[in-house]
């Protein structure tokens, strides 16, 4: 599958229509991003069952902002609805591969329950 642009107009309807989806906020003037590009295209021709997306934070500001990314190229995966990843930094393509299986691998019912939890803790413990 191909990788997708992601703007504002169309982010939460991607993130509603798909189960999971890995959002590679970067910027074309980002030298990291720039070797991150590749690896993230690989793997979205890997794992076609899978939405791969993009946010050129030059372009996308706003939606960047609300999502207070401050580094790039950062890393979101989004499963279900739910941030389950967001991390700065380019990975290598192993690194990659095993965060895409550990992100298949999660029990999405223990996630929500603990993200449950945090909030009725009001944030104090850790996952």
């Not at 207070?68 to 609805?81: A, C, Y």
């Not at 965060?99 to 413990?125: F, N, T, Y």
Request: with cysteine; glycine share 4%.
């Amino acid at each position: 599958m191909a990788t997708i642009e992601l703007t504002k107009d169309n982010f939460n309807e991607t993130l509603t229509e798909n189960e999971f989806v890995l959002i590679d906020f970067w910027a074309s003037w980002c030298g990291p991003c720039k070797m991150f590009g590749p690896v993230f295209e690989k793997a979205s021709e890997a794992h076609d069952d899978l939405t791969f997306a993009k946010v050129d934070t030059e372009a996308q500001q706003e939606l960047a902002a609300s999502f207070d990314i401050q580094s790039i190229p950062t890393l979101m995966v989004v499963r279900d609805k739910t941030v389950i990843y967001a991390q700065p930094g380019a990975l290598p393509e192993e690194a990659l591969e095993d965060l895409i299986k550990q992100a298949r691998d999660l029990d999405m019912d223990e996630v929500r329950k603990e993200i449950e939890k945090q909030q009725a803790d009001g944030g104090q413990s850790q996952a």
